[in-house]
């Protein structure tokens, strides 16, 4: 059974920092993409960012450009999001997801307050 | 990266079908056959329905069904039950290697 467990969120302060991890089993983890998509309080789902099976290729979404990044351990089953410069309109719940082209499978979400 | 278009409620009565439209453009869902659609209940993390425009992942009922026309795409629901009633996302591969979603529609079973 494939398991996405996110981790790391909670309340940071506008200018701060935040790392997102996801821990992933049930699948072989280093052939897949993974992506991290979000959801603000109330609003619609928004891709966020995606990494390739190898870590060569990323992508972000144009409002997170320069400021998060995606990253992944192969060896650790896992993907991150290293959060940087938060803003409150940044405030959602992030979830991991297997893919690319299409989301089988997510995590159940962690939840990002930015907030002073 | 501008958003798919949906719209924001359809509703139905018990055994009835509804259709949930979702427009792109030529980079996005007009290019690719990659547009999925999502199940969402409150609270809860989606649940992928229809991937790759028309395809059900297994234990997807079948009374859910997509297709695709040009820079639309299409989800239809028939016999429509009350644990339909969620919220609809689409979602399509763009020519950026990126994701894009739909603003999302409320189902609301009468």
Redesign the interface.
């Known amino acids: 059974e494939v398991q996405l467990v996110e981790s790391g969120g909670g309340l940071v302060q506008p200018g701060g920092s935040l790392r997102l991890s996801c821990a992933a089993s049930g699948f072989s983890f280093s052939t897949y993409w993974m992506?991290w998509?979000r959801q603000a309080p109330g609003k619609?789902?928004?891709?966020v960012a995606?990494i390739k099976e190898d870590g060569s290729?990323k992508?972000?979404?144009?409002s997170v450009k320069g400021r998060f990044t995606i990253s992944r351990d192969n060896a650790k089953n896992s993907l991150y999001l290293q959060m940087n410069s938060l803003r409150a309109e940044d405030t959602a719940v992030y979830?991991c997801a297997r893919g690319?082209?299409?989301?089988?499978d997510?995590?159940?979400?962690t939840l990002v307050i930015v907030s002073s | 990266q501008s958003a798919l278009t949906q719209p924001a409620s359809v509703s139905g009565s018990p055994g009835q079908s509804i259709t949930i439209s979702c427009t792109g453009t030529s980079s996005d869902v007009g290019s690719y056959n990659y547009v999925s659609w999502y199940q969402q209940h409150p609270g809860k993390a989606p649940q992928l329905m229809i991937y790759d425009v028309s395809n059900r992942p297994s234990g997807v009922s079948n009374r859910f069904s997509g297709s695709k026309s040009g820079n639309t795409a299409s989800l239809t629901i028939s016999g429509l039950q009350a644990e339909d009633e969620a919220d609809y996302y689409c979602g399509s591969y763009t020519s950026s290697s990126t994701h894009v979603f739909g603003g999302g529609t409320k189902l609301t079973v009468l």
């Open positions: 992506s998509v619609g789902l928004e891709w995606n290729e992508y972000y979404v144009d979830y690319v082209l299409r989301y089988f997510w995590g159940q979400g």
